[in-house]
Each structure stands twice: as C-alpha cells, then as structure tokens.
C-alpha cells in the first residue's frame, strides 16, 4: 500500500506544484496509476494522473522517493484540498 502527501501546493496563475513524498514504511512502492484532484470552496478539478504510461509508472512512487509533479488547473477557490488516489481498486 502507497501512502504519499503533498507536501507543498503553490498556486500561481493556474500552475500548481505539487511536492508528494511517498511514505518509508514497508510495501509503500506502487506502480499503480496515482492521480490528484483538488477540491476547493468554489469547485473542484477532475483528476489528474501524475504518470501517461505503465512503464513511466515503475520509475514513480518508490518507498522514501519524493517527486515534483506541475500541472495546469482552474482556479478552484480558497480551502484547497489535494487528495492523492489510485486509479485501481483494492478487494480484502
């Protein structure tokens, strides 16, 4: 299981930096499709997948590993919230 924050979200005229530590505890690497998707007061985004393919996925979201990811969105108002997902799901 991935658990990963940002630890940063800068907004700038739309562009976002986003700064995601992926956790160190045991089994944290994934090579699942992560995604963000920021909610806010006025709206929020659709998501945003940090990775275009499953190959470019394996180089991601490695134990310890901390990424910088920019991306381009409307302006979602104050509050801001940054949820971090896969696009898979898990079964027990």
Do not use: W
Not at 54 to 83: A, D, W
Request: aromatic fraction near 10%; glycine fraction near 6%.
């Amino acid at each position: 299981m991935t658990v990963a924050h940002a630890e940063r979200v800068d907004i700038t005229n739309s562009y976002l930096q986003l700064k995601v530590t992926t956790s160190n505890k045991p089994s944290a690497d994934t090579n699942a499709d992560v995604y963000v998707q920021l909610y806010g007061k006025e709206m929020c985004t659709q998501k945003k997948f940090f990775c275009s393919s499953k190959s470019e996925r394996k180089k991601h979201f490695k134990k310890g590993q901390t990424g910088k990811y920019y991306m381009y969105s409307v302006r979602v108002g104050k509050r801001v919230i940054c949820v971090l997902g896969t696009g898979v799901s898990l079964s027990a």
